[in-house]
């Protein structure tokens, strides 16, 4: 029992070190993560609300292409 929540807390924290040094990299490499065309902001008065709408779909796209690959290379044994 003790060993799988500890395998579980490693992959989480591998994925966000992963995730970590690609948005590191992006900002490094001046991509517009957060600046595309769809990604939306609204400006009152006293707030201000950010919608990255087009940038969501993207990476969610990226991420269920690298999951899937992942899936079926672990799939394999």
């Known amino acids: ?16 070190l992963v995730v970590g040094g690609m948005l590191y990299i992006a900002g490094r490499l001046n991509l517009p993560i957060g600046k595309l065309p769809g990604d939306f902001t609204i400006q009152g008065k006293n707030f201000t609300c950010f919608v990255p709408l087009a940038t969501s779909i993207i990476l969610s796209i990226l991420m269920s292409i690298i999951l ?6 672990i799939g394999r044994k």
């Open 68 to 73: 899937t690959l992942i899936s079926r290379f």
């Open 1 to 16: 029992m003790l060993a799988n929540t500890a395998r579980i807390f490693l992959t989480i924290g591998a994925i966000f």
